[in-house]
């Protein structure tokens, strides 16, 4: 059973920064693409970002291009978000997810919540104006 936890939310203020851990187990997740979804409170969660197997590939939402960083560290199957500039609309659960593949060897980035197989319990990260 694949297990995600996310680390490192908590409370900032506008323009501080905070890096998101998501740390896997049960799995080697080597061929997973991954990817941080949030959910503002009362909204529909949405994609942030996602990142391929290889780690050559990425996605951003247009709204944290520039400020926010996905990275993963295969050795220690974790996956990272470096949320730089913070802004109080960034203010949302973030969850971490692993998308399953068909076809490890095609690299892809999925970018939808229903392409993501696998999902931590979320941290929650607070941005003060």
């Known amino acids: 059973q694949v297990q995600l936890e996310e680390s490192g939310g908590g409370l900032v203020q506008a323009g501080g920064s905070l890096r998101l851990s998501c740390v896997v187990s049960?799995?080697?997740?080597?061929?997973?693409?991954m990817a941080w979804f949030r959910q503002p409170l009362g909204k529909d969660r949405e994609i942030v970002a996602a990142?391929?197997?290889?780690?050559?590939?990425?996605y951003y939402t247009p709204s944290v291009k520039g400020r926010f960083t996905i990275s993963r560290e295969k050795a220690k199957n974790t996956v990272f978000l470096q949320m730089n500039s913070l802004k109080p609309e960034d203010t949302a659960i973030y969850y971490c997810?692993?998308?399953?593949?068909?076809?490890?060897?095609?690299?892809?980035?999925?970018?939808?919540?229903?392409?993501?197989?696998?999902w931590g319990q979320g941290t929650q990260v607070t941005v003060s104006s």
């Open positions: 997810a692993a998308h399953d593949p068909v076809a490890p060897a095609v690299v892809v980035v999925p970018t939808t919540l229903a392409e993501y197989d696998y």
């Open positions: 049960g799995r080697t997740i080597t061929t997973y693409p």
């Open positions: 990142i391929s197997w290889t780690g050559g590939s990425t």
